[in-house]
C-alpha cells in the first residue's frame, strides 16, 4: 500500500472527540471506506484512488478497423446514440485535438469543409492556433452522419442530452460513452482509457506513417503541427514504443 497524502481533522464533542483521516492510496482502482468504533473514539478512514493512469495509443490498423464496424452498424441502424459514438472515435482519432477543443465543436464549423480543406481552430488550453485539414475519410463519416440525422448546424456535434444540441457534452460523459464503446466492440488497449488515448493514437499513427514512407523528421513536423513547444512532450506520446523496442535484442 503507497500512501500519497493524509490530512486530519479533529471536532471535539461533549465526551468524545471524532477523528477523521483522508488517506489516498493505490489499492487497484476501488473506493474502500473503512470505520472503526471505540467507546471514545471514531475514527473513519476512506481509501479513494483516483490515482492517473498512463493513457496509450492503440494502433492505426485498430482504430481503421473500430471505425469501420461503427460505420456500418450505424448504416444499419441509423440512432442519433450510434451516430455520436461513430463521431467520437472519427472526431477524436482524425484531428489530433485535445477533448475540451473537440467538445466545443459545431456543424457548422465542418460540415461545409472540402477535402483537403485547412481551417483553424483556437485551443482553448494553450490559446494557441491550430492549422487542421479536413481528410477525406473524415468528410465522408461527417457526411453519412448529418444527411441520416439531420442536425441543426449551429448545434453541438457532442451535445448534452438535455441541452438538445446547445449545450456540449461533458468530458466525463464522453470518457464514459468512450469506453463502452471499447467494450462492445472488444477492443483492447492499454493504461486508461480516456479521450487522450485517441489524440495520442492519432499523433503515434501520423508519426509512423512519416518514418514508413521515409520521412525521418515526422515526429519534429506532427510536434509542430500539434502545437508542442518541445519536441520531448510528443516523444511522450509513443511510450508504448518502449515493449515493442525490446525486440531490436534479437540481430540474427
Known sequence: MNIIHQSVAYQRFRKSVKISFKINV????NIAEYEYFSSNYLIKIIMSTSV?????????????????????????????????????????????LRVIDNLNLKWEDLIELEVGERFVRIEKKTGKERVLVMSSKLKE??????????????????TSQKGRGHKPMTIQCFNRRLKLIMAEYK?????????????????????????????????????????????????????FEVSQSYALFELD
Do not use: A
Request: with cysteine; net charge positive; hydrophobic share 35%.
Open 141 to 158: 463519416v461527417l457526411q453519412t452522419v448529418y444527411i441520416t440525422l439531420i442536425p441543426e448546424s449551429t448545434t453541438y456535434i457532442f
Open 187 to 239: 477492443v483492447r488497449y492499454i493504461g486508461n482509457c480516456s479521450s487522450h488515448l485517441l489524440r495520442k493514437s492519432w499523433v503515434v499513427g501520423t508519426i509512423k506513417k512519416g518514418f514508413d514512407n521515409g520521412d525521418h523528421l515526422s515526429l519534429i513536423k506532427v510536434s509542430r503541427l500539434i502545437g508542442h513547444s518541445n519536441v520531448s512532450t510528443t516523444l511522450r506520446y509513443t511510450n
Open 52 to 96: 492517473k493512469t498512463t493513457t496509450y495509443s492503440l494502433d492505426w490498423d485498430v482504430v481503421m478497423n473500430l471505425e469501420s464496424r461503427m460505420i456500418r452498424d450505424f448504416q444499419r441502424e441509423s440512432t442519433s446514440s450510434k451516430g455520436i459514438d461513430l463521431l467520437i472515435i472519427s472526431i477524436g482519432s482524425r484531428l489530433g
Open 26 to 29: 493505490h489499492v487497484g482502482g
